[in-house]
Nanobody, 124 residues
Framework: QVQLVESGGGLVQAGGSLSLSCAASGGIFSRYTSAWFRQAPGKEREFVAGVTFDGRTNSADSVKGRFTISRDNAKNTVSLQLNNLKPEDTAVYYC??????????????????WGQGTQVTVSS
């Protein structure tokens, strides 16, 4: 079993930046793909970005060029740097982990482990 705990959310003005972190415990984290999803009020959960065990990344078109995912297997952490934030980025951000092979799929069903979420609010 892998336990995931997110941190780093908060309130920021449009154009600002935040850094989210996800700490993993209880499993061999380095073998898993890690990803960030988000869910805004009244909307479905959506994929933001993912990184495979060996560092291959994938991100949603809506965040390309603004958000960067990275991982540190030695520290069992995965991070998401959010730059040039927009009000539409407001959501609860969730960390997820799963065995997805050589591609960080955007399908939430591929991820077995989820954190509790951290709120990101972007004011206009």
């Amino acid at each position: 079993q892998v336990q995931l705990v997110e941190s780093g959310g908060g309130l920021v003005q449009a154009g600002g930046s935040l850094s989210l972190s996800c700490a993993a415990s209880g499993g061999i984290f380095s073998r898993y793909t890690s990803a960030w999803f988000r869910q805004a009020p009244g909307k479905e959960r959506e994929f933001v970005a993912g990184v495979t065990f060996d560092g291959r990344t994938n991100s949603a078109d809506s965040v390309k060029g603004r958000f960067t995912i990275s991982r540190d297997n030695a520290k069992n952490t995965v991070s998401l740097q959010l730059n040039n934030l927009k009000p539409e980025d407001t959501a609860v951000y969730y960390c997820a982990a799963g065995r997805t092979g050589l591609w960080a799929t955007s399908a939430s069903s591929a991820y077995n482990y989820w954190g509790q979420g951290t709120q990101v609010t972007v004011s206009s």
